[in-house]
């Protein structure tokens, strides 16, 4: 498994418990981007900061690989799609990983990626 940035920022909401489960229980990994995009939120608040952080140092965090950057290249090419959206979805293709996202419609496109929306009812 692997989390798209909006799991990762949704998981510290008193309301998304199922997800904070979902993660203790199953220790996805998280792109690189995925610390970039979420860390470096420009209305970060610092209490949010100390738990992201935290949960950062524990997280196995897969590197943006040549591979991974060739991949978003071509998913690009395909369609508009922002930068982070295509070397996250990139990083869980070429690792085999389902994406844990809320955000099922941005990737549905996109063949050979296994989606999760962790919110769905």
Partial sequence: M????NSI???IKPEFAKLCELIAAQSPAVSAISYVEVLGHHQ?????????TAFFDT???IPIAQAVLDQAVELRQQRKMSLGDSIISATAI???LTLITANIDDFR??????LLDPLAK
């Fill in 94 to 96: 070429l690792n085999s």
């Fill in 9 to 11: 920022s949704y998981s």
């Fill in 44 to 52: 970060l608040m610092e209490l949010d900061k100390q738990d992201f």
């Fill in 59 to 61: 997280a196995r965090i």
């Fill in 109 to 114: 496109w996109i063949q050979n990626i296994k």
């Fill in 2 to 5: 692997l989390l798209d940035s």
